[in-house]
């Protein structure tokens, strides 16, 4: 901003966008009331620009900010005088208006003593809540108050365990701290939260590829489970669940990327260009699915069974506990088997979830090449792809195995190349 007052002065650029975003400020208030009969609400959008005017003079014209204080308890009595006739006369109970006036008039104090990025996030989030009233309004009546303990969870776990845990070792001979334990505890729980969120108040309703999507971010192999169950109960549109079971899979390339962006640059670097392939390759093939049997009738997801609330205390100690026992395998396997160990390892974790054993594997230190826990990454995918296509061909209807085949063995048939290559 130094580079602007080299060329407009400093107080003719506060004034005007004190002004004119004051103003606007003022203008959405007014689209958001306009509806309104009756004179409940005070002033017009002119209102607004001059609170916020009033606001930079007071400021300026007295260095010691009393002025600038007077002002603001003058306009507060005005405006508890307003709201006192507001209920009296037209039984309207709402503080918005009056709420966004006063932060209208600290819009000054605020651009004149801090940076101007976090006046303007202020401003930015200031203005979107206002114009959000009426989507609030309807999200409101979808959140239920349980959802309030599961979002106290999720703070709690990040925001109060995880800095309280110590970084010291458990044992001499392991990388492993209470702190990196509960980070990956934190960090799986974040994207299952995630996708609980979208699932729960975005895509509530939608259809089933959606849900096999946002399944996949949670669980890819849950998932799977549920869905192929659901194909029995469905008739016609098999397709499209054999195009979500896909997705799904599509889904975990991505939080496995994510968790390796997190725990492993190296590794992410190193298999980046990799996991992009499988990504594309799985997501064309579902998609390929779609278009091919898109004469097929649509279906709506109507999935009754769901992955377990993500930030379940139970599912947290058992991620906790499948760390830290992936954690000493993990060692003991390659203390006393090296690379082939862990490479038999990698195959045999598919049955369970991989998570842990990835996160363990990335964030640990075994004095291994990355080569070879790149390797063993893309091992315990294979494997656990080829779990979850046994289960999908065991519970799914007749009419989806021919395709689930097709899907799978393409998938599988990469993954392995893949793997051949960094052999």
């Known amino acids: 901003m130094e580079k602007v007052f080299e060329f407009v002065p400093r107080q003719f650029f ?20 306009i509806s309104k009969q009756n004179d409940s609400v005070f002033g017009t959008d002119r ?14 014209a007295d260095p010691s900010k009393l002025l600038y204080s007077a002002g603001l308890i003058l306009l507060t009595i005005l405006f508890a005088v307003n709201y ?54 309807a999200l409101s009546k979808k959140v239920e108050r349980d959802e309030f303990i599961t979002l106290g969870k999720f703070l709690a776990i990040a925001g109060i365990i995880l800095p309280m845990a110590p970084n010291t070792p458990i044992v001499s001979f392991l990388d492993l701290t209470p702190y990196k334990i509960w980070l990956a505890v934190v960090v799986i729980s974040s994207i299952s939260y995630f996708s609980y969120l979208l699932r729960r108040f975005v895509f509530s309703g939608s259809g089933i590829v959606v849900t096999g999507i946002l399944g996949g971010l949670y669980s890819s192999t849950a998932t799977t489970l549920v ?17 979500a079971i896909l997705m799904a899979t599509t889904m975990m390339y991505l939080r496995i990327g994510i968790l390796m962006a997190i725990f492993n640059s190296t590794i992410f670097i190193m298999l980046l260009p990799w996991f992009l392939v499988m990504l594309a390759t799985s997501a064309g093939v579902a998609a390929g699915i779609l278009y091919f049997r898109k004469k ?14 993500p930030l ?26 090296g690379t082939q160990g862990l490479q038999a390892l990698a195959y045999l974790v598919g049955i369970t979830d991989i998570d842990p054993f990835l996160i363990n594997l990335f964030h ?32 799914s209807a007749k009419e989806c195995r021919k395709l689930l085949i097709l899907g799978f063995g393409i998938i599988l048939a990469l993954n392995f190349i893949i793997i051949l290559i960094f052999l």
């Open 14 to 33: 506060e004034i005007v966008v004190i002004t004119l975003l004051s103003l606007i400020i003022g203008l959405s208030e007014k689209t958001l009331h």
């Open 47 to 60: 209102t607004f620009a001059f609170i916020g005017i009033l606001g930079y003079i007071f400021w300026i």
């Open 84 to 137: 006192y006739f507001k209920i009296s006369l037209y039984h309207d109970f709402g503080l918005t208006t009056i709420a966004v006036a006063l932060i209208t008039y600290a819009l000054t104090a605020l651009l004149k003593t801090q940076p101007f990025w976090l006046f303007m996030l202020v401003y930015v989030i200031v203005l979107v809540l206002a114009e959000l009233k009426e989507s609030l309004n």
């Open 227 to 243: 869905l192929a169950r659901q194909s029995r109960k469905t008739k016609g549109g098999q397709h499209q669940i054999v195009a």
């Open 296 to 309: 097929t009738v649509d279906i709506v997801s109507d999935v009754k069974e769901s992955p377990a609330n």
């Open 312 to 337: 379940e205390f139970r599912i947290a100690i058992i991620f906790t506990l499948l760390y830290v026992v992936f954690s000493f395998i993990t060692y003991y396997t390659i203390l006393h088997f």
């Open 364 to 395: 640990g230190k075994f004095g291994m090449e990355m080569t070879m826990v790149a390797l063993a990454t893309l091992q315990a995918v294979l494997s656990n792809n080829l779990i979850k296509s046994i289960y999908a061909l065991a519970l």
